[in-house]
């Protein structure tokens, strides 16, 4: 469980890192596992069993090797309890397991993913429905490969959750024009366009909405920053909200791999 400190820090920038998870013997287990598939990100093999269901279909293809290898990751988030890492994260008594992944990211000098916010449509130009502003994951990233600056690391702008929580509401009410935001320029814009809303929204603590714009300066002449770069060790684990602003570096030096949980307050 997260203590205090670690509760505060993920309310109030909306990610917490941990150091030494997983002890060096489980990452190098779940590394070797993990690697043996060597998925890429979003494809069929990156994905695994998060219900009986789901592990019952395994068997029904016989496809014995993902099925015992699936009982070990799932194993881990019973061992590691990461439901209630999630339930103190959601500040809710109940929450679900909505996905679990698994990939590797090859060496590159390219972003595994540039700065974006989650649950925007991907970018979409005329979604067909708005989702609930609620409808949002905590994901538990566990680093099986070290990552740093220019490595893979993960950067996150700490308190953007809040903005993108707000634009979320306001779009889902109605109050907020939709435009394309999942690109951080985009965001940006967007929150421009409309202060005025989220003043209200924010009232006493508007001051959150210039310490964003400011945070996220860089990115208007496409510049580069390291001042949000999360390095970690290989078995340390990162906690976050996904609707904050964040991206993956370019894995320039390793491959790198990694272990995904996925919770949300709604059932997938």
């Not at 339930?87 to 700065?115: C, G, H, M, R, T």
Request: hydrophobic fraction near 30%; aromatic fraction near 14%.
């Amino acid at each position: 469980m997260l203590n205090d400190f670690q509760n505060q820090k993920l309310k109030n920038e909306g990610i917490v890192k941990i150091e030494k998870f997983l002890s060096d013997s489980e990452t190098q287990k779940i590394k070797n596992l993990i690697e043996y598939y060597s998925a890429n990100k979003s494809s069929k093999n990156s994905f695994w069993p998060t219900n009986n269901y789901q592990l019952l279909k395994k068997l029904l293809k016989f496809d014995l090797k993902k099925f015992q290898d699936s009982l070990k990751i799932l194993e881990l988030q019973k061992q590691k309890k990461l439901q209630q890492f999630a339930k103190d994260a959601f500040e809710n008594k109940k929450v679900f397991l909505n996905y679990i992944d698994a990939y590797v990211s090859k060496k590159s000098k390219l972003n595994i993913i540039p700065w974006h916010t989650d649950q925007a449509y991907d970018g979409n130009l005329n979604p067909k429905d708005y989702v609930n502003h609620e409808k949002f994951f905590i994901k538990i990233f566990i680093y099986l490969t070290d990552v740093s600056s220019k490595n893979g690391c993960m950067s996150y702008i700490p308190g953007s959750h809040k903005i993108g929580y707000a634009i979320r509401k306001g779009i889902y009410e109605k109050e907020i024009k939709y435009k394309p935001y999942w690109h951080l320029k985009d965001l940006r814009n967007l929150v421009k366009k409309n202060e005025k809303y989220l003043a209200k929204f924010f009232g006493k603590k508007n001051y959150l909405v210039q310490d964003f714009l400011k945070k996220s300066d860089f990115i208007v002449n496409n510049n580069d920053t390291d001042l949000y770069d999360y390095s970690i060790k290989a078995g340390g684990a990162l906690i976050f909200n996904e609707g904050g602003s964040h991206r993956g570096s370019s894995p320039t030096l390793n491959d790198r791999t990694v272990l995904r949980y996925l919770f949300s307050k709604y059932k997938n």
